[in-house]
């Protein structure tokens, strides 16, 4: 489906920062139309919730919203890379079941086009869940490095507790609706993550990619692999994630390095799907000017 493209002016300041930004209470719904910027001088954010810190020292740097929980659809898969090569070397190989495809065509989720019965290594199927958002890709790995797809939810919400991330709950790899509900994140908990996700070489090179391609051998196809992360081809950007469904609207994990600042953050419940890609571009630039004043 198309959706309407709107422009996004984005003022940007080197004021200092004003301390003791706060969120409200937990809400379970997305704030409808525009909100207005925090701060005078801070870019406007019209989704939901939104947040941003410097990666290295945790320090907070715009906050909207930050503690409401909310579905965030596909940047659940960086959970998902994260908790994989906790335990998987990146040469280590699966092999693609039919199950791994079904589930994402019955799920109506996006694909990475995988065909069963091919091999492919870890590190190649993080450019097929990272870039095209294969949940047939999440379903393989989680599949591999539960065992089975339960016993892999199950450490992404361990992994979650253990970063402090309390306020999160994921339900399967992909970030797909359930029958059973959704899971839930926050921006906080998110940027969280997405500060230790950088961290991890492979993670930070996958998400940075803006396309990737396999030559087929005898092993597995062909692939051709877009990453769908549209602020890519910005001086200093480096990925993450992006998402959406219907109930999570537009979602955006981010990071930049911008005057010798790694930045993170994570905007959720967006209307307009081109639009996170604008608002995280000035909030990284807003940020960096922040944090270096």
Not at 133 to 155: E, I, Q
Not at 208 to 235: C, F, I, M, Q, V
Request: glycine fraction near 10%.
């Amino acid at each position: 489906m198309r959706i309407r493209k709107a422009h996004l002016t984005a003022a940007a300041g080197a004021l200092a920062l004003v301390a003791g930004l706060t969120a409200p209470a937990h809400a379970t719904t997305p704030t409808a139309g525009p909100v207005h910027a925090v701060q005078q001088d801070t870019p406007a954010v019209y989704g939901s919730a939104a947040y941003l810190m410097d990666a290295s020292s945790g320090k907070a740097l715009f906050s909207k919203n930050a503690d409401d929980r909310l579905p965030i659809a596909s940047v659940t898969k960086m959970m998902t890379a994260y908790v994989v090569l906790k335990s998987a070397k990146p040469t280590d190989v699966v092999r693609i079941q039919r199950a791994d495809v079904r589930y994402a065509e019955d799920g109506g989720g996006t694909t990475a086009d995988l065909q069963p019965g091919d091999r492919l290594t870890v590190g190649e199927l993080l450019y097929g869940l990272m870039l095209p958002s294969g949940a047939d890709a999440a379903h393989a790995l989680a599949r591999t490095y539960g065992p089975g797809v339960g016993g892999f939810v199950a450490k992404m919400n361990a992994t979650a507790l253990e970063l402090g991330m309390k306020d999160t709950q994921y339900v399967n790899a992909d970030g797909l609706p359930t029958p059973q509900g959704d899971g839930y994140s926050t921006a906080r908990d998110q940027s969280v993550l997405a500060a230790k996700a950088v961290q991890v070489p492979l993670i930070k090179e996958v998400a940075g990619t803006r396309y990737h391609t396999l030559d087929a051998t005898s092993e597995h196809g062909s692939y051709s692999w877009r990453n769908t992360n549209k602020l890519l081809g910005t001086p200093g950007a480096i990925g993450l994630k992006t998402g959406f469904t219907r109930a999570a609207g537009f979602t955006l994990a981010f990071a930049g390095e911008k005057r010798g600042h790694t930045l993170v953050g994570v905007l959720l419940g967006e209307s307009v799907s081109s639009r996170r890609f604008d608002t995280a571009e000035a909030l990284l630039s807003w940020g960096a000017a922040r944090d270096s004043a």
